[in-house]
């Protein structure tokens, strides 16, 4: 890292990249142990509050309408039912509760449901975070109001690779949702997607770009592509495993104090890689059968997992 600028040089992280893999492991570990308890994992648990019939074309995205998936279009989930399922996380054990939306972005009155939804899970407990697309002035400082935690905008992949992904809207209008984020005093969520096709430089690409936001996301999702049938990336070559566990130690070491998410594809990985991924310095998964509309392991396979590691849930 260059001291004077604190920023990460791409061939810089693409180094990391090409360590060895112990070589890799070890400084993920040292780093993460500088900050983090090592056996602590933080549970969240993800909820769909309005799904598919989205306007954007995200290549990945079962829930575009321009996509045809087997995903069925549903209204917004009523309070009350956003209530329950908060409720039975937190009774599972998860401390964070994330409200995803498919939208391009809220409008008014689709904020004003969202921010009484923040309210009353914020009641139970639970940290918040809720993902509902672009924001338009003055929407991030309701969202705080209501006191969200955190809000979630994915950069999703490398600038260079981001216009075969996706088309309806530009790697600037994602940064600028980002920036009233971060303005209204609100966390930063932001991670990617790997698996899309793109390279290991295109990876180290997208690690820089998360690293040199200033300041750092809080938290940092990285999603395995979980293929959905009838998207255009449906049989993409997947990501060799050990390659998916790299990029989280990058990101581990390059953002020592954020929150490393092993996001979506869990269910297609075997416990070993999974273990990998908390060794390379991911500190939380997605606790629940589903995600938003994919599926997730059963929490009680989770919890005999987390058991067979000697971790425990924070
Ligand atoms: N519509 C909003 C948006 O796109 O910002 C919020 C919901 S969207 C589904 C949240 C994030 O989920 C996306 O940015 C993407 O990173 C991730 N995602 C969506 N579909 C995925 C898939 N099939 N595999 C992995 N991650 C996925
Ligand atoms: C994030 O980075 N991953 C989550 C959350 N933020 C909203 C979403 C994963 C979605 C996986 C595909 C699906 O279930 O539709
Ligand atoms: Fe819509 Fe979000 Fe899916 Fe893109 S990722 S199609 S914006 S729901």
Redesign the pocket.
Known sequence: MDTVSNKWGIPEVLGLFELPFSDLIYRAQCVHREHFDPNGIQLST?VSIKTGGCSEDCGYC??SARHETAVENQPMLSLEEVLAAAKAARDNGASRF?M?AAWRGPKQKDLDAVTEMVRAVRELGLETCA?LGMLKEGQAEQLKEAGLDYY?H?IDTSRRHYEEIISTRDYGDRLDTLSKVRRAGINVCC?AIVGMGETREMRAELIAELANQFPQPESV?I?NL?QVEGTPLYGTDPLDHLEFVRTIAAARITMPKSFVRL??GRQQMSESTQALCFLAGANSIFYGEK????GNPEVERDRALLDKLGMHAM
């Open positions: 993800l079962s829930q994330c995803g993902t979630n994915n991670g999702p999603n979980v996001s979506a995600l938003l509309t994919t």
